[in-house]
C-alpha cells in the first residue's frame, strides 16, 4: 500500500496516546532483542529504544515512503535500525515483539498472532495495539460508497473488511499458545475533532489509503459524495470521535 507520512502525522499526538498506553505494557528489562513490526515513520520506535537499556531494536516496514522518512528524520540512535520487511513473514527470535497500530493490515490474524509469538524466545513478550473502530459509522460509509456506482466498478468490487477480531478471540488465541500474564482490553480515545471533514482527514491516513490506491484519478469525486454523507450522519461541531482500540500483551512461557 501507498503510505504517506505527511498525511498519517496530521493527527500525530492523538495518535500517540495508545503507543504509551502500549509502553506501559512492556517489561522494563535490559539488553533486549526487540522488533517494532510496522515501524511507520520512527519517532514511536525511538521512544522504545530509549525506554529499553542497551537494547538491541529493529523498526520494521514493509513501506519504503515510511521508512525514507525514519531514516531522515532525527531519530537515530546506535542501537536502532531500520528495514524494509513483511511483519506477517517476521525471522529471527526476539525477547520483545511491539506493535502498535500495524497489524490490522495483516490477514488471518488467528494465525497471525501463533506465528508472531513462534518467534520470541523463552521469556520475551508480544504487546501490541490495534485500531478496533472499523464498525465506526465513518467506516461503514467508505465500504457503502465504494459499493455504488460508478465506484464499484473504479474500484472493481474492493471492500476492506477488518481482520480485527474481538478482545475474547484475541484472549483464546493467546491462552491456547500456553501464553503467561496475559493483558487483553479495549480502550475508548474519545477524541474531539472540528467537524466530520476532521474524520474524513483523519482516516485519509488510515481506512482510506486502500481505496486510494484503487479510485486513482476519482479520489476527489469518492470523497465529495463521503464528505455529503459523513455531514449528515454527523453534523456536530465540535465532534466526538470516540476511538476504539484493543491492546494486549503476553509473556512466552
Ligand atoms: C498506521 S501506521 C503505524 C505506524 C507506527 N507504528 C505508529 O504507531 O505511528 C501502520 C504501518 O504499518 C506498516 N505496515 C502495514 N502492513 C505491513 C506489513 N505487512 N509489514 C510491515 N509493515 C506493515 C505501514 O507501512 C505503516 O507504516
Given at each position: ?10 493527527f500525530?499526538?492523538e495518535?500517540?496516546a ?171 480515545y474519545p477524541h474531539i475533532l472540528?467537524?466530520?471533514?476532521a474524520v474524513?482527514?483523519w ?36 465532534l466526538l470521535y470516540p476511538f ?10
Amino acid at each position: 500500500m501507498s503510505w504517506n507520512p505527511k498525511q498519517y502525522h496530521k493527527f500525530q499526538s492523538e495518535r500517540s496516546a495508545p503507543f504509551h498506553d502500549l509502553l506501559k505494557l512492556v517489561e522494563i528489562r535490559p539488553q533486549l532483542k526487540v522488533v517494532d513490526l510496522g515501524c511507520g515513520t520512527g519517532e514511536l520506535t525511538r521512544i522504545l529504544t530509549d525506554t529499553l537499556p542497551n537494547s538491541d531494536v529493529t523498526g520494521l516496514d514493509s513501506s519504503l515512503q515510511m521508512l525514507d522518512a525514519a531514516r531522515a528524520a532525527p531519530h537515530a540512535a546506535p542501537n536502532l535500525r531500520f528495514e524494509q520487511g513483511d511483519l506477517s513473514t517476521l525471522a529471527g527470535s526476539w525477547d520483545l515483539i511491539f506493535s502498535n497500530a500495524a497489524i490490522q493490515w495483516c490477514e488471518d490474524h488467528e494465525k497471525l498472532i501463533p506465528y508472531l509469538f513462534s518467534r520470541l524466545n523463552p521469556g520475551g513478550q508480544l504487546c501490541v495495539q490495534i485500531p478496533s473502530n472499523h464498525n465506526h459509522i465513518s467506516h461503514l460509509l467508505i465500504r457503502e460508497t465504494a459499493k455504488e456506482a460508478p465506484f464499484n466498478k473504479i474500484v472493481n468490487g474492493f471492500e476492506r473488511i477488518s481482520p480485527v477480531q474481538s478482545i475474547d478471540q484475541y484472549t483464546k488465541i493467546l491462552f491456547e499458545e500456553n501464553a503467561k500474564d496475559i493483558i487483553v482490553f479495549e480502550k475508548i480515545y474519545p477524541h474531539i475533532l472540528q467537524n466530520s471533514d476532521a474524520v474524513i482527514e483523519w482516516i485519509s491516513g488510515t481506512a482510506l489509503v486502500p481505496y486510494f490506491e484503487r479510485l486513482g484519478e476519482h479520489k476527489s469525486e469518492f470523497l465529495e459524495v463521503l464528505g455529503r454523507k459523513m455531514k449528515k450522519a454527523l453534523p456536530e461541531s465540535p465532534l466526538l470521535y470516540p476511538f476504539r482500540r484493543i491492546l494486549f500483551s503476553a509473556i512466552k512461557p
